[in-house]
């Protein structure tokens, strides 16, 4: 594994992971719908926007702080943790080793269906804020099963993703085999025998499958084909009226994740659900669509102050989150990001890329003039300046490329 010490930035992390992961593993996060252009668009968009610099404001040592509530409960940073799935196959235990992190940092993970620990091993390895991220199936029977094993977990809090019914050309994954395939092809194969600290860290405990499908043996045994059974279970026909069905089976918090649109934002609210997450599923799903930190003045004008605004996408900066917060959101979801530290260096890597963006976060604010995220959000977009210069050019790092905003328009003033 790498010395993550030596990671000064997110994409120090994510060198570190491209070496330590078989490539179909690391693409698979790494890689994009069709031509990955809202996956570049989410983080080159942050251009569009910069911190305004306030100086002479008697700023003390020791008095920042970053911490603020979401769903109900105080962390210590405005973040959480993405559901990513097979996040385990980064590095052996992946999921318990980033709740691990997160409890550590104070801030909550969001756990993925397609984890490959269990829900049940994850909420009993930590005792920080766990929440759950839920498909719904064509079989409503394994919906609610779930459901029950989140009770018994004491989850309080899912995440319904709703927007992956269908699935789009993936073209790293199509060029790998990988989600297509039931099983390892000789080309994986080979990939994962060049990464030999890898497997033995992987198969130290026997073959990896999809932990919370083994309960579920008509979904098979081996991970390559639980994951493509279980992917065929997500209901296509999923309308607003089953969100009504849901409530019913479902006392804790439900998190709508996947809005990209002002008028599903407010059909939301009026559905009563408790928060939604402005994403586009890290630029995996529709492209081109909208990327989320362009998208989110828009979302929260409709429906900010009436329900929770959790964003996601292209997050790589302790400025991304700044921008994010001033701009309406409660807090962020961090996902490619953790998944690179976890990549390079497990628990110790996740919690570097925490520190990273923290560390990053707090001098940001104290020359924006503030010394907490609640004064941020107080002063909502008036403490950003739009980029007279966006749009002409751009750049975030090696290898992850960016691309020209395509949206117009001025800079909406949310609170």
Known sequence: MSNVSRAWNIDDLRRMASRNVPKHFFDYLYGGANSETTMQSNRADFARWDLKQKVLVGIQDNTTDLGTGYLGEQHKLPMLLAPIGFAGMHHHHGEIAAGRAAEKAGIAQVLSTFSIASLEEVAQSHRGSLYFQLYMFRKRELTEHMLE???????????????????????????????????????????????????????????????????????????????????????????????GWLRDRWEGKIVIKGILDADDARRAVDQGIDGIVVSNHGGRQLDPA???????????????????????????????????LALGATAVLIGRAYIYGLGAGGEKGVARCLELLAGEM?????????????????????????????????????QETVRPNRRGGPLTAVN
Request: charged share 25%.
């Open 149 to 243: 094993r989140c009770r018994r977990a004491k989850i309080g809090t899912i995440f319904l993703t709703v927007d992956t019914p269908f699935a789009p050309v993936r073209e790293r994954d199509e060029r790998n085999g990988f989600r297509a395939r039931t099983s390892v092809s000789p080309g994986m194969l080979v990939s994962m025998l060049r990464h030999p600290l890898w497997c033995l860290g992987t198969l130290a405990n026997g073959m990896p499958n999809v932990g919370n499908c083994r309960p579920y043996p008509e979904l098979g045994k081996s991970l390559m084909e639980q994951a493509v059974n279980l992917g065929r279970m997500i209901d296509a026909s999923l309308s607003w009226n089953d969100i």
């Open 290 to 324: 909208p990327s989320t930190i362009d998208i989110l003045p828009e979302i929260v004008q409709a429906v900010g102050g009436r329900t929770e605004i959790l964003m996601d996408g292209g997050i790589r900066r302790g400025a991304d989150v700044l921008k994010a």
């Open 362 to 398: 707090r001098p940001a604010l104290n020359m924006m003039g503030f010394h907490t995220i609640a004064e941020l959000k107080a002063a909502g977009a008036d403490a950003l300046r739009q980029n007279p210069w966006f749009g002409r050019s751009g750049e975030a790092g090696d």
